[in-house]
């Protein structure tokens, strides 16, 4: 059968020795010579068909690629990177585990590839037919391809979509004494790595469950090709789709935790650890290096089945949910075992400076692992503490994000959530697994300026510029409470227990509801300006707030009595965090300082300026070794309390 090659005609079957298509009369042999027998595959910028090569007398088969973009967005690109594959594959040249380039030429307006045809099937229709693969399918598939890696990158190319779909199993081998059947193909987004071009950060290419944190940003290299293969293994180990294996919130992938009946052992575990690490100075460095350390592997597994079982001690095992490379922090804080005095200063560990608006909120993930932020850029974003690296960025597309700053941000408590509260009037909620909004509560009719999370997690509050404060449950997105004050709600937070919501508003006044009912329980008003953050203590027994009086006071909250007025900022008090353990509170302020007050004295412990313009968020890390502050001057700012 010929298959007629314009995209358009309906019926594009023809015999096998038609010249001309029936039906809309398109010349059916490419160059005199490549005839289309069936349709591959097709895509958003072209087609794929196989076909033979009828100038030769034994009409080997030959794969065909068909420029056709069916849209406008990116065509130019989709044309660049399809030249570029035909440049990229002549290249390198050949190579038994590269298809080879057989012609690159334009005809009848279409750009065309031919290229060798490979018989055989890709690693992820294999996994679909034979399940998981076993821990020696997985070193044989590395010692297969990392030579291919080491080939393409000392021709200084970076192929950019390493994963299953692009890894084919031959039927047969070639040649046939080679031992080698997995091919690499798809070169389409391969990049060529020169110094200027990994100098330039460019357009983000590549399947992005398997795309290095680098390759996102458009900054691809020799080791992002290295991240991908590794997440391919893993993806190949446990059958499970990166997506779902990768948890933000440990700063990896979790794969061990999704391994079943599979055991894989610590040496090639750590292996692939490190290969799909975040930070590109802690990954291997070259294919190289990987299969030096496989072969060390396999050598020290010889030499200890060799040895008297006696004199082999074993590494402690770790569960397989905690098995990773950990980063030791930049400096030691004393533990609270080691001596019992309280933090009385700050030491810088990094800045984080990548928004462009002021930063009016931050947050710790439940493990302490993450920074999230909140800017006037309109944007969310999550950091990495342990590589200092920037994870992602929510809300900086034009189908997704919030349409005007965002003044307040959340965990759940479980860490797999995040929401933020924006100017626009809305709160979104985003999954931390996939980086992706997945609801937006409308309701408030004028900017959020606050939300918390009730230590359930089944309650979220938040307040507005519109008087009110509104309680919403989670499971269904739907208002269950609304709370009034006299004017603009500033400030909320839930007590340790979840029954008890309080409030701060521009009215001065600070309330307190009772969640359940949604009736006020009291008030304190001694403030004599705005009342910017509330907080309770962690036994719940104290809470405090900030104000724009200058001060931040402490109520007794058995006794509904003012306990203390702390006094020592020259400006307003924007921001109030506890230490987890009660005993510290940290305030951030106009005056661009930081303090620290012991709680049970009222004693200033510390105060420094923190930055260059006002202080407007805190947050304390679960352990209370470590601070982040974001400010007016668009940073945040990770502090060591010691």
Not at 512 to 541: C, E, M, N, Y
Request: neutral net charge; hydrophobic residues 35%; contains cysteine.
């Amino acid at each position: 059968m010929s298959y007629c090659l314009n995209p358009h005609c309906l019926k594009p079957q023809n015999p096998a020795k038609a010249n001309f298509c029936q039906n809309c009369g398109t010349k059916l042999l490419l160059a005199q010579r490549y005839r289309a027998i069936r349709l591959i595959a097709t895509g958003g910028f072209g087609r794929t068909l196989l076909a033979e090569d009828e100038y030769k007398p034994s009409k080997p088969r030959c794969v065909i690629k068909q420029f056709y973009p069916q849209g406008q967005n990116n065509a130019h690109k989709a044309a660049d990177l399809f030249q570029q594959e035909a440049v990229r594959l002549e290249q390198l040249g050949k190579h038994p585990q590269i298809p080879e380039l057989l012609a690159h030429f334009e005809q009848d307006n279409h750009q065309y590839i031919v290229q060798e045809f490979i018989d055989g099937q890709n690693l992820t229709q294999e996994l679909a037919e034979t399940g998981a693969f076993p821990e020696e399918q997985i070193r044989s598939l590395l010692k297969d391809l990392l030579p291919v890696l080491q080939f393409i990158h000392q021709g200084q190319v970076i192929h950019r979509d390493i994963k299953p779909e692009n890894i084919i199993r031959r039927r047969t081998l070639n040649p046939p004494d080679s031992g080698k059947d997995l091919v690499l193909v798809d070169f389409g987004a391969a990049k060529q790595a020169t110094a200027t071009a990994l100098a330039k950060t460019g357009t983000t290419i590549g399947s992005a469950a398997y795309a290095a944190p680098e390759q996102t940003f458009g900054r691809a290299v020799f080791a992002s090709d290295l991240y991908s293969l590794g997440v391919t293994c893993i993806h190949l180990l446990t059958n499970v789709e990166p997506f779902d294996l990768y948890e933000p919130l440990e700063s990896g992938f979790a794969w061990r935790a999704y391994l079943v009946n599979n055991p894989v052992s610590e040496e090639l575990g750590g292996i692939l650890d490190k290969m799909i690490q975040s930070s590109i100075k802690l990954r291997y460095q070259s294919a190289e290096e990987i299969l030096r350390a496989l072969d060390a592997g396999t050598q020290g597994r010889e030499d200890r089945s060799n040895r008297n079982p006696t004199s082999y001690f074993p590494q402690p095992e770790m569960s397989r949910q905690t098995r990773r490379i950990e980063i030791p922090p930049k400096t030691s804080p004393t533990s609270s075992s080691e001596s019992l005095t309280l933090p009385t200063k700050l030491s810088l560990i990094t800045t984080f400076n990548k928004h462009s608006g002021a930063v009016y909120a931050v947050a710790f993930s439940p493990n302490g692992k993450i920074v999230a932020s909140g800017s006037g850029d309109k944007t969310v974003r999550l950091w990495e503490l342990s590589t200092e690296w920037e994870i992602c960025t929510f809300g900086d597309s034009w189908f997704s994000g919030h349409s005007q700053a965002v003044r307040s941000i959340a965990f759940s408590p479980t860490g797999k959530t995040i929401a933020s509260g924006s100017e626009d009037k809305t709160i979104k909620l985003w999954n931390v697994r996939t980086f992706q909004e997945f609801f937006t509560i409308k309701g408030h009719g004028n900017s959020v300026n606050t939300i918390a999370f009730s230590p359930d997690g089944q309650i979220l509050a938040s307040g507005s510029g519109d008087k009110t404060i509104k309680l919403w449950q989670m499971g269904t997105g739907k208002e269950q409470q609304s709370l009034e004050h006299l004017f603009e709600v500033l400030s909320v937070a839930f007590s340790p227990d979840g029954k008890t919501l309080a409030s701060g508003s521009w009215d001065y006044i600070i309330r307190l509801w009772d969640v359940r009912t949604g009736q006020q329980i009291g008030t304190f008003d001694k403030h004599l300006f705005d009342v910017f953050s509330v907080a309770f203590s962690p036994d719940g027994t104290i809470l405090a707030s900030g104000s724009e009086e200058n001060t931040i006071k402490l109520w007794n909250l058995t006794t509904f009595q003012e306990q203390k007025t702390l006094t020592g900022h020259t400006k307003s008090v924007n921001t109030i965090v506890f230490s987890p353990d009660g005993k510290i509170l940290a305030s951030g302020s106009k005056d661009k300082t930081i303090n620290l007050w012991d709680v049970s004295t009222g004693e200033l412990l510390y105060q420094g300026q923190a930055h260059d313009d006002s202080v407007l968020s805190l947050a304390i890390s679960p352990d209370g070794r470590t601070l982040a502050s974001g400010s007016a001057d668009g940073t945040i700012k990770v502090w060591q309390l010691y």
